[in-house]
């Protein structure tokens, strides 16, 4: 039998020969980023660490944090690139920029050896997903500055297999592709996913028939770690369906692996994560708390303890498969800065797609935190699905508050509109709308 492996010896590795390699890459990387960065350098020594002290995984504990907003503020005081650029400009192979939802998006520089770094990582969690040299792939997400595509691309390409470029391509074109071509392996956002299922719908297209799909993969959301979402997903695609969890700014960091036990294994060998507790403790596994990553592999732009603003859950079990890497029970759970409070209680976006994704009858979903007569409100817009007759909708409408009112523990407005109301993505879904804090022009 094949390996269900790319990198047994890393993957199965014992702790302490995982400890011996982080350890060893972590303190490279910290005189790296302490000689070369004059970001890290002026950081360092503003929080007066001797970056030589740090010399075990332990000792992480005594370097700063680092934020996203630095990181900004840096390159918006140095443009283009920022203090933070480690190498000669010569060095560097590729630029990716964050898909900012607000503001200017970071840039961030990779060298050759970078480079090679994020989208080998990344064709391991592919190789993991079952994803074999005999594939034909297609990485259907925007051809452009942002890292989605190249690194799918890439690693689908490391692994050998045949790649079929969608990037520049309509939502038409690759559901051509899909029909006419022996493609047996797709990625793309789970948004989109969604979005193409009911394109080909609408064509009277069955992927599931007339398609050789067999393996999805899903990133920039955490849709694919929802199992109602998922469960959509491989309906649709007679697929099965894998959540690929990352970062620009990181590493690809995570991959759900063919067990599908619902653990997220992290390529503990690229990057060291600490998930700490809301004083900044280590939490025990069981527990979640915000993920921080340490870089330990990528030069231009060398991140040491990175926040990441997602919650993750620390798992306290074994995978099946026999991975020994560090797991997370069930992908992001949530991300900071999408936390919402409404009168008093503590919401994230990603609790209301669980609750509202099992009910079939739903084709898309908007939410809406708002002011009725001065007090919070959350409104969710529903775009039913046409197979729903319209004398049913009353009752979907009256099912889905009593569900969302159980499962977030406070009362909301639920609105059913008619099929195709609501806008589709074919990126990144932006379903939330916070008119309490938006600007109104
Ligand atoms: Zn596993």
Redesign the pocket.
């Known amino acids: 039998m094949a390996s269900r492996y790319l990198e047994p010896r890393l993957e199965r590795a014992s702790r302490a020969d995982m400890r011996r390699l982080q350890t060893r890459r972590l303190r490279e990387q910290v005189a790296h980023a302490a000689r070369h960065s004059p970001f890290y350098r002026k950081k360092l020594r503003g929080a007066r660490v001797d970056p030589r002290r740090v010399r075990t995984l332990d000792d992480l504990a005594r370097l700063p944090f680092t934020t996203k907003d630095e990181l900004k503020d840096d390159q918006a005081a140095h443009p283009p690139w920022g203090e933070l650029l480690a190498v000669p400009f010569a060095e560097v192979l590729r630029v990716h920029l964050t898909s900012a939802t607000t503001g200017r998006p970071l840039a961030f520089l990779d060298t050759a050896e970078d480079w090679h770094g994020f989208y080998h990582s990344y064709a391991r969690s592919l190789y993991?997903y079952g994803v074999r040299k005999s594939d034909m792939v297609m990485a259907a997400f925007s051809y452009g500055p942002w890292i989605g595509y190249w690194s799918g691309f890439y690693a689908a390409q490391d692994l050998g297999c045949l790649v079929y470029p969608a990037g520049g391509l309509s939502t038409e074109q690759r559901l051509d592709a899909l029909v006419s071509y022996p493609i047996t392996v797709l990625g793309c956002t789970p948004s989109y996913a969604l979005f193409l299922a009911e394109a080909a719908g609408k064509r009277g297209l069955d992927l599931a028939k007339q398609t050789k799909l067999r393996i999805t993969w899903h990133t920039g959301e955490p849709g694919a770690s929802i199992p109602a979402t998922k469960e959509k997903i491989e309906t649709a695609f007679g697929a099965r369906a894998y959540d690929l969890p990352g970062l620009t700014e990181i590493a690809a960091w995570g991959f759900?692996?063919?067990?599908q036990?619902g653990?997220t294994?992290v390529h503990e060998d690229y990057v060291y994560p600490e998930v700490l507790d809301e004083a900044d403790r280590p939490v025990k596994p069981g527990e979640r708390g915000e993920l921080v990553f340490t870089s330990l592999y990528r030069k231009a732009m060398p991140l040491l303890r990175y926040r990441t603003r997602d919650i993750v859950h620390l798992a306290d079990r074994r995978?099946?498969?026999?991975?020994t890497?560090v797991?997370f029970e069930g992908g992001v759970h949530a991300r900071l800065d999408d936390m919402k409070k409404v009168r008093g209680i503590i919401v994230y976006p990603r609790r209301i797609e669980e609750l509202v994704r099992p009910h079939r009858d739903v084709d898309e979903f908007q939410i809406i935190f708002r002011r009725v007569d001065g007090l919070d409100d959350i409104l969710v817009r529903l775009d039913p699905s046409p197979a729903l007759a319209r004398g049913e909708r009353d009752g979907l409408r009256q099912t889905l508050a009593k569900d969302l009112q159980l499962g977030l523990g406070i009362r909301v407005s639920v609105e059913v509109g008619d099929p195709g109301c609501l806008p589709r993505w074919d990126h990144k879904a932006r379903r939330v709308k916070d008119e309490r804090t938006e600007v109104p022009f």
Do not use: I, T
Request: hydrophobic share 35%.
């Open positions: 993991a759900e692996c063919d067990a036990s653990l294994h995978c099946p498969c026999g991975r890497l797991a």
